[in-house]
Nanobody, 112 residues
Framework: QVQLVESGGGLVQPGGSLRLSCRAN??????LGWYRRAPGKERELVAT???????NYADSVKGRFTVSRDSAKNTVYLQMIGLTPEDTAVYYC????????WGQGTQVTVSS
């Protein structure tokens, strides 16, 4: 059974940092990444990374978020710094092979 297991969400104060992790038990992954959905808003692509290491970021997170992957562990990370209340959302990782697989989501709340 395909699984993407996320971890690392939580409550953090504005200006704080968090690191999300997502481990996939899938082979031949071409792309990994993160989406998020904030209350009352559409799903938003946050960051992606290809098997070749090419990254892509939403304008809203550029310079604050860093996506990386450990191919040996089939794990993708999202390092987030300078968090603001606008970053509050459920963050979902995905893995693209022949189809796209999704994690269960992890809540990130930025609040004082």
């Amino acid at each position: 059974q395909v699984q993407l297991v996320e971890s690392g969400g939580g409550l953090v104060q504005p200006g704080g940092s968090l690191r999300l992790s997502c481990r996939a038990n899938i082979v031949s992954i071409y792309e990994l990444g993160w989406y998020r959905r904030a209350p009352g808003k559409e799903r938003e692509l946050v960051a992606t990374i290809t098997s070749g290491g090419t990254t892509n970021y939403a304008d809203s997170v550029k310079g604050r978020f860093t996506v990386s992957r450990d191919s040996a562990k089939n794990t993708v990370y999202l390092q987030m710094i300078g968090l603001t209340p606008e970053d509050t959302a459920v963050y979902y990782c995905f893995a693209r092979s022949l189809v796209v697989y999704w994690g269960q989501g992890t809540q990130v709340t930025v609040s004082s």
